[in-house]
């Protein structure tokens, strides 16, 4: 049986990130990825913020993005917002996982595709939990598990379009329940999705966003279509994501937004609180290095955003957000918008 200081479940950017930082420490690593190619089941748009690109020296990345237009469901009025810094790039994300794969390689982690958890042929000091919002790794470790999610559906193709880059952002719960409904065309791609709470879908989600892509003037395809998806979680950083057997990174830790659901900044982030404490925790053998690994503690930093989720929660008919698109169209209401987009 093989036996390895540290065992990442999952390959996605968080898994991948761990996996490698650790591999720089000295750990001997293994990542097991039950996928049998990381260009299949991707689950995530890919919008990397300012401040990630800021910070990170990321590949494979689109053009910038600077502006937001904010739909009511009439589709009538939108609110504009404009940036005058990169806020947003699109990665091509099978382009990123590959990557992140072979800085992993190099650094001594091996990465292995097709590869279930639990494996009966490795054994392993500590195991990270990097599996998605349904992590068997957490309940496998008996710590706590995602039940706040949303759902989304997205589909993805080249364009030709020369227009200016611009993140378009629907309002509708007739569409997108709980949430928004989509399209991100930054000149190269288009990302037309939409997300929302399960029950309160009105049809199946290829339906729904059928009849997104026929009421919203979404970019024609230059290319062939990808569809993707699954589910997000949006209830914040879960409490209890640490134990002497393991931790939990990126969508399994819920590092999430609960608000804007984005989850890549906050992934690469703990990814790297993760590493530090996994590295001083199996070196020195002390378990009271992982209460620097506090769920609890980190999840108040979400306490605002998770009252915003449960506010846009409320927005359950049409006429409704009609009427909080008069508060967005006002001077604070559109400082407010800005602040959640670009800050």
Known sequence: MDTVDVLVVGAGLAGLTTARLLAEAGLDVAVCERRTSLETGIRTT????????????????????????????????PVELVSDRDEFRVGDMEGVYAAAVEEAERAGARVNL?????????????????????????????????????????????????????????????????????????GEHAHVGLAGRADRFTAPLPQLLQRFRDSFPAPEPAGPVKRRGGPIPVGGLLRRIVSPQGLLVGDAAGAVSP?????????????????????????????????????????????????????????????????????????????????????
């Open 259 to 343: 608000l804007t659901a984005g989850g890549l900044d906050p992934c690469m982030r703990m990814s790297e609180l993760a590493a530090s404490v996994t590295f001083d925790y199996l070196r020195s053998g002390n378990k009271y290095v992982l209460e620097h690994y506090d769920g609890a503690a980190m999840r108040r930093r979400y306490l605002l955003r998770s009252q915003l989720r449960r506010g846009l929660s409320l927005v359950r008919s049409p006429s409704v957000a009609e009427f909080a698109f008069t508060l967005l169209r006002s001077a604070p209401g559109r400082a407010a918008a800005k602040q959640i987009l670009f800050n």
């Open 114 to 186: 097709n590869s279930s958890y639990p494996a009966r042929s490795t054994r392993a000091r500590f195991t990270i939990g990097a599996d998605g919002a349904r992590s068997t790794v957490a309940k496998n470790l008996g710590l706590d598990v995602n039940r706040q999610l949303i759902t989304g559906i997205e589909e993805v193709y080249p364009v030709s379009t020369g227009s200016t880059p611009t993140f378009h952002c629907v309002v509708d719960p007739r569409l997108a329940p709980g949430y928004i409904a989509w399209v991100i065309d930054d």
């Open 46 to 77: 890919g919008i990397f913020v300012r401040r990630t690109l800021e910070d990170y020296d990321l590949p494979h990345l689109g053009p910038a993005v600077r502006r937001v237009l904010l739909y009511p469901p009439s589709h009538e009025r």
